[in-house]
Nanobody, 124 residues
Framework: QVQLVESGGGLVQAGGSLRLSCSAS????????MGWFRQAPGKEREFVAV????????YYDDSVKGRFTISRDDAKNTLYLQMNSLKPEDTAVYYC?????????????????WGQGTQVTVSS
């Protein structure tokens, strides 16, 4: 079975940093695009960042561009999201997701597998 497990969430002050990890199993990791999404209370799930299956292309939502960095380590079957200069509006449950294909996908409906999410809370 396919399993994606996020970790690294927590409570940080505005301006601080966190690194999220997503450990994948049960799929050929290097042939999937891997994305991060987030969902705040009362809001729809939104795209954050994606990295294609070679790691050579990335795409970020404008709200996190310049602050967040997505990366992958295929040898460890692990996806990362380095989050710097965090803002209270970044508070959400963060989900990793996997999509088989060559491109960088931004629609949550496109993804095949999802993790359980990890809470990120940024205080003022």
């Amino acid at each position: 079975q396919v399993q994606l497990v996020e970790s690294g969430g927590g409570l940080v002050q505005a301006g601080g940093s966190l690194r999220l990890s997503c450990s994948a199993s049960g799929l050929p990791f290097s042939t999937y695009a891997m994305g991060w999404f987030r969902q705040a209370p009362g809001k729809e799930r939104e795209f954050v960042a994606v990295i294609n299956w070679t790691g050579g292309r990335t795409y970020y939502d404008d709200s996190v561009k310049g602050r967040f960095t997505i990366s992958r380590d295929d040898a460890k079957n692990t996806l990362y999201l380095q989050m710097n200069s965090l803002k209270p509006e970044d508070t959400a449950v963060y989900y990793c997701a996997a999509k088989y294909g060559r491109s960088t996908y931004q629609g949550s409906y496109e993804y095949d597998y999802w993790g359980q999410g990890t809470q990120v809370t940024v205080s003022s």
